[in-house]
Nanobody
Framework: QVQLVESGGGLVQPGGSLRLSCVTS????????MGWYRQAPGIQRDLVAT???????VYADSVKGRFTISRDSATNTVYLQMNSLRPEDTAVYSC??????????????WGQGTQVTVSS
């Protein structure tokens, strides 16, 4: 069973920072595109950022210049550093590991989600 364990969410004031972490097994981490997604109440889950095992990153336009995704192969951990947080960043953030099967289809694994609330 694939497990992704997230940590680092919480309550922060506008303009503040948080760092999210997600740990998974080495067997998954070394092969997966790792990413963070978020979902606010009543809104579909959206991409925040992804990173390949080669370090190529993709960001949603709304977080460019404020958020940074990174990965540490020594600890099988993907991070999301979030700076200059805004109330509209409030959401449940979920870690994702995406593998490509031999048949070319995507296999997606998800963490349990961690709440980020930006409020004064």
């Amino acid at each position: 069973q694939v497990q992704l364990v997230e940590s680092g969410g919480g309550l922060v004031q506008p303009g503040g920072s948080l760092r999210l972490s997600c740990v998974t097994s080495g067997r998954i981490f070394s092969r997966a595109v790792m990413g963070w997604y978020r979902q606010a109440p009543g809104i579909q889950r959206d991409l925040v950022a992804t990173i390949t095992n080669g370090g190529t990153t993709v960001y949603a336009d709304s977080v460019k210049g404020r958020f940074t995704i990174s990965r540490d192969s020594a600890t099988n951990t993907v991070y999301l550093q979030m700076n200059s947080l805004r109330p509209e960043d409030t959401a449940v953030y979920s870690c994702n590991a995406r593998l490509t099967s031999v048949a070319g289809t995507f296999l997606n694994y998800w963490g349990q989600g961690t709440q980020v609330t930006v409020s004064s």
